[in-house]
Antibody
Framework: QVTLRESGPALVKPTQTLTLTCTFS??????????VSWIRQPPGKALEWLAR???????YYSTSLKTRLTISKDTSKNQVVLTMTNMDPVDTATYYC??????????WGQGTLVTVSS | SYVLTQPPSVSVAPGKTARITCGGN??????VHWYQQKPGQAPVLVIY???DRPSGIPERFSGSNSGNTATLTISRVEAGDEADYYC????????????FGGGTKLTVL
């Protein structure tokens, strides 16, 4: 059974750096074709893809957020970490990680709500 | 970056057929995936590779993709199908390769 779980702070202040961890089980990110993406969803709004890391350590970022994002993986710990710098209230959202394979994402983690407020 | 356009809302009576579209430039040349998201829950994959269903997804869910439009079709709609639906593609030619549509709220009347 494949599961993913997001963890990180529920509240961050403006200008701070957000660090989120996706801990997964049931698959290996060293397996050819596997990837993990981070996707966020502001309250009442649509899904927005943020970043992706592949099994071979290739990395892809949203063009609009590229300068603020860093994605990395620790294969031995089955974790993917996303950092986002210079947080702003508009970054308030539920952040999801999801396993990708052959272009689609299944399953997704339950998501973690991050609120940016002073 | 590539843009996917979905209607904000679709309404359908129980037992009828719902069709949710996803428009994009020559989307027929790409693989389209569809997700269902119910309130307070994470998205769930319902269609991948245009028309394949993951295990556990009812046969009532089907998909097609041609030209500039991909379509998610839900037959014999049930009250439990009420949710937001998102299409997604991988655009390998783009610096922003993963794209989601804006989502469609399916209302069962």
């Amino acid at each position: 059974q494949v599961t993913l779980r997001e963890s990180g702070p529920a509240l961050v202040k403006p200008t701070q750096t957000l660090t989120l961890t996706c801990t997964f089980s049931g698959f290996s990110l060293s397996t050819s074709g596997m990837c993990v993406s981070w996707i966020r969803q502001p309250p009442g709004k649509a899904l927005e893809w943020l970043a992706r890391i592949d099994w071979d350590d290739d990395k892809y970022y949203s063009t609009s957020l590229k300068t603020r994002l860093t994605i990395s993986k620790d294969t031995s710990k089955n974790q993917v970490v996303l950092t986002m710098t210079n947080m702003d209230p508009v970054d308030t959202a539920t952040y999801y990680c999801a396993r990708g394979r052959d272009g689609s994402y299944d399953p997704w983690g339950q998501g973690t709500l991050v609120t940016v407020s002073s | 970056s590539y843009v996917l356009t979905q209607p904000p809302s679709v309404s359908v009576a129980p037992g009828k057929t719902a069709r949710i579209t996803c428009g994009g430039n020559n989307i027929g040349s790409k693989s389209v995936h569809w997700y269902q998201q119910k309130p307070g829950q994470a998205p769930v994959l319902v269609i991948y590779y245009d028309s394949d269903r993951p295990s556990g997804i009812p046969e009532r869910f089907s998909g097609s993709n041609s030209g500039n439009t991909a379509t998610l079709t839900i037959s014999r709609v049930e009250a439990g199908d009420e949710a937001d639906y998102y299409c997604q593609v991988w655009d390998s030619s783009s610096d922003h390769p993963e794209v989601f549509g804006g989502g469609t709220k399916l209302t069962v009347l």
